[in-house]
């Protein structure tokens, strides 16, 4: 019986020849990321070495990365004496892979790791985020886990008691039409699969319209996968990894191609017609209520973001102002532009992006989380709607219980900036 | 015999548990004053104690989805919750065996507040309206955990034995 691409990366990681869904492995970890919850890393991981007279030593510093992302530059007294505790354990540690609140280095951690060539193919990465799904788009297997699993792995340098996931298969056919993007996509697989459609499951993505996709959208699609439930999301290593590790990561050797045995077993099997598929909206409050965009009427808004892990690359950037360029945002409607990382701020910045962005009235605002998650920049008012890239539209998730969110594609978004009402951008 | 304090229906988010505007706090002792925040009332009574330990919360599928945040695990456990739910979401479901919070999964579970219910191995009785429910044993990935009293125990004990081989 032949093995999933997440099979074959386990089984390599835990020194077996061969595993099935359901097994339980403890695979070594290529990568572990944090973020600013490293400071409860931190806690959790001298809790492990309480009384044990041990030194707390990091199993291999140059395996760990950490990244400021969240709350960027720091929104409280409290977040600032965290992210100054990490960066006292990063010297002390020797962590190298640590990203600091720069514009020479900084950015979301689901950015940083891909554009900085952490991630490869066929490697095991765990992060300290749900959205560490994304980097399967480079076909590694990466999930998320919490705080306190992470504190094992820096001891013990793999994860205890993994239970190898079965696998979902989608298969994207097709070429996208003008105005339709990769996370029309990713949120209609959502809508199809439910939010815990793919729950302790990996959603592995093939078919033309994956393979004609550019690394930039695969991790958009594998960035949501955690929205159905999935563990993670993969794309099998292919030319185009290969290309994006080279020309955009600097990666230079070659890089290892993991692909799935053609009698691989899958739990299911979904097919999607990406020709025939329309720009789509996740409306308040679960990501997994997904409709075309026509049948969202009327929705007036008053906030517009672009940006996030989701959608702040550059491609996504150039969408967005391709639509707005020498245009105004509607009265009454701010948007706002997070930027993924800073090497794509000031990419998008020597190409004028960001000028037609501000000259349309967007806000441009620092490489980061931003408003994604609420605690700081950009917080809604009781009773307004948001239109956002992002990957949430839980109740309370941009900080404000009684605001409605409702997630889309840059193109959507952009389109929806010049009217104030949610509007198809073709 | 547990009391019911709240039910709650399906994809109960951990942004809900514990939202994201209270993530700089982060150590577990200080996470409880913001468990379910946003729900004021319930959150007002369980800052002033009046919701015993072990109190039980009952939910539908997909409890705890969304982000792994830890403090949606650890916020639970300051009041020694018990979590009766159709389904708990992957990271959550791992972060509670972690930090010894109390999920039991129970696909058919029914009942309203104030009912008391009995919990067993193998099955949860609503002592209320009689009814019975099948549990679904966790994972013996997850079970070991909590055997072991949560994964700093767990981990220590690994710790331990991978210095000793070394030394030896
Ligand atoms: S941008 Fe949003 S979803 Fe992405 S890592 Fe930051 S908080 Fe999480």
Known sequence: ???????????????????????VVEPAVDLAMSHENAALVMNQFAEI????????????????????DHRVPAESSKTATNQKKIRDFVAK???TKFHDIRADEGGICHQILPENGYVR???????????TTSHGALGAFSFGIGATEMAAVWALGRVLNVEVPGTIKVIVRGKLREGVLPKDIILHVIGKLTAEGANFKVIEFHGDGIASMTTSGRLTVCNMTVEAGATSGIVPADEETARYLREEAGVSDAAERVAPDPDAVYSQVLEVDAAALSPQIACPHTVDNVKPVGEVKDVRVQQIVIGSCTNGRLDDLQAAAKILKGRRVAKGVR???FPASWRIYKDAMRQGVLSDLVEAGAVVMNPGCGCCLGVHQGALGDGEVALSTTNRNFKGRMGNPNAEVYLCSPAVAAASALTGVITDPR | MAKVVLVLGDDVSTDAIYPGRFMATVLPGETPQYCFADMTEFNT????????????????????CGSSREQAASTLKGYEFIIVAKGFARIFLQNSANLGLRTIICPTIEAAEGDEIEIAAAEVVNMTSGA???????????????????LIAYARKKVLEEAGKKRS
């Open chain 1, 49 to 68: 070495y309480k009384d044990t007279g041990l030194e707390t030593k990091i199993w291999d510093p140059s395996k760990i990365a950490i990244i400021f």
């Open chain 2, 45 to 64: 009574r369980l800052k002033a104690k009046k919701v015993p330990p072990e109190s039980v919360i009952v939910a539908a599928n997909n409890f705890g």
């Open chain 2, 132 to 150: 019975r429910f099948a549990v679904v044993p966790l994972p013996k990935a997850r079970q070991d955990i909590i055997d072991a009293g949560g």
């Open chain 1, 335 to 337: 948007m706002l532009v």
């Open chain 1, 93 to 95: 540690q020797g962590i």
């Open chain 1, 121 to 131: 193919p066929g490697g095991v990465i765990v992060g300290t985020d749900s959205h």
């Open chain 1, 1 to 23: 019986m032949g093995m999933t691409v997440v099979e074959k990366i386990l089984a390599r990681a835990s020194g077996q020849r061969v595993v099935k869904a359901g097994n």
